[in-house]
């Protein structure tokens, strides 16, 4: 199998879904129709993802998946990053795979010739710009510890992990290695907790990670009260504190507030014309704080990097991107 | 093989390309270096197009082709229509049949089941908004005379043809036996040129289809003026009024021209806030003239809802409409 040559030192290498987002607009009732979950994500199996499919508007195809969406916005910042995850031979899998390269991402794993297709993602973008998801995963969830490249893991000042990966057996075993094998080294490790209802399917896992494995942690309000299990957001911050070093916890257009290990900085939400579709905020607003963060920022101006990039994506169809978030950056990059 | 069943009468019915659009944002520097025609549509073999996607910057795919495109508008019109093309049983064929039939198109050519892939066709849009295509057509062009069926172009209207068709030698033949059948029972026959470079490949059966076969005939500018190889638009003005029933011409921002039996009726463009992409400007301006025409309005009214239509979508990426058009259209409708 020939492998790309292994880039230099990278900001981040990332772990997570390979998916193609199929972008529609519909209403509640076509969400509440199918039994979807209003404004979350449902993993779903072939029958159902094509079910749902056949009553669906016409749509857009956009390359998705949370943490390759993070990547595509590192990249944007001028960061160099990699990217592990699995696609079949197909043609999604072709689309995923350009939407990467072409942004210099380092992407190499090999495509799986036989097995499920490559995963999408169904996402029904309401008249509210909320978006609500249901994910067939296909050959994503094959994702397995070889897959994870130590070399890739060494180069990386952080290895970021998507939660999502949590719910299949042999992705969760490629986390444990990436996670050990970073910290082995002396390496960053970073974790999104991706969803409340991930969150809720494997909490304990969650918390024994956030303690003892993750230097910063991503989450939005819903997700850090379902880690522990409280209803208002200051006690969520209260355990979070006490937990791991740095979180970033994100609020919607109430902004977000990042937890350090001596101080807690709250971020304005950055002003947005017209939110048009939230797909994607929590992936750039991850974006936008690593390239902070591994390039030598402070924590507040990490922040703003973040609030930037979450704007930019919502104001606009698709999780990734459509400017150069360097050039949106200007004199806030170091 | 199991074919669904014919629907009713219908507005029209169409034969085109079934292709996905991959739209992509660059410069012509990107347009020049790969040898593409600025603003023009190019036929490229699958090595080619397989180059140009390695080069192209991350793209979204959204269903295309030009006569399709037309049928989207008219469903969006709320018409009723069908569309004859050629897709394979792949990803990208299953994204081209779901994004016509959830409009309500009846579209039920078999998938191909071996050959080439379903066709794509690489939009780069430049800042001007301008679009500069390269076209795989792919099993596309293995539309032949069998594809078409009697009973779809004898429950229409009006059977619709789309110029770049007639690059294929099986596709012209089906092309002849459309139109044939169609005015064999007095069924309206129109024609769109398509694009100035295929008028000039197929100038002269293109003159001969126009003076003998066709009722309507859609142009732009640059393409009426090849066909007749004159330089202003007046005198390609003189030719056409001598030579068919009826003309829509475009002019871009100057609007259009419609000429028909008795009259020549110059129609205005729809102003627009800001022009993103031009694709399929001239497809939805047909897609509302042929709505007008089928549903009782006089040229005038059609040639409004045309100008409608086609400023709808030049204001945003893609060359289907993003909103109703039967609710913009409003009080305009018969």
Request: glycine share 8%; aromatic share 6%.
């Amino acid at each position: 199998m020939s492998r790309m040559p292994l880039p230099g030192p990278l900001h981040v290498t990332a772990l997570g879904n390979a998916l193609v987002d199929v972008i529609a607009r519909s209403d509640y009732d076509f969400v509440d129709s199918h039994e979807l979950e209003r404004g979350a994500t449902v993993m779903v199996d072939l029958e159902r993802v094509e079910a749902v499919y056949a009553d669906l508007p016409p749509a857009q195809e956009i390359s998705g998946g949370s943490a390759a969406n993070t990547v595509a916005g590192l990249a944007s910042f001028g960061a160099s990053s990699a990217f592990i995850a699995r696609v079949r031979d197909d043609q999604l899998g072709k689309v995923f795979t350009h939407d990467l390269r072409s942004l210099g991402v380092h992407f190499d794993v090999p495509a799986a010739t036989a097995g499920p297709a490559t995963g999408r993602c169904l996402v029904v973008v309401t008249p509210d710009a909320q978006r609500t998801q249901c994910t067939y995963l296909g050959v994503s969830s094959e994702l397995g510890p070889d897959d994870v490249d130590p070399e890739l893991i060494a180069a990386a000042q952080v290895t970021y992990l998507e939660g999502y990966l949590w719910d299949q057996p042999a992705a969760k075993e490629a986390i444990r290695k990436a996670a050990a094998t970073a910290r082995s080294i002396g390496r960053q490790v970073a974790l999104t907790l991706s969803d409340p209802f991930c969150v809720d399917r494997h909490r304990d896992e969650f918390k024994h990670l956030v303690e003892n494995d993750v230097d910063i942690v991503f989450a939005n309000d819903d997700e850090i009260c379902s880690l522990y299990e409280v209803s208002e957001f200051d006690e969520a911050l209260d355990h979070v504190r006490r937990h791991c070093e740095i979180a970033a916890l994100t609020r919607g257009p109430l902004g977000s507030v990042i937890v350090g290990p001596d101080e807690v900085i709250n971020v304005p939400a950055e002003p947005v014309a017209a939110v048009v579709d939230t797909t994607g905020a929590g992936d750039q607003y991850a974006a936008g704080f690593l390239y902070g963060l591994t390039s030598g920022s402070e924590l507040d101006v990490a922040g703003k990097l973040a609030s930037l990039a979450a704007a930019e994506v919502i104001s606009h169809l698709g999780a990734r991107p459509e400017v150069s978030l360097r050039e949106l950056a200007g004199d806030l990059l170091p």
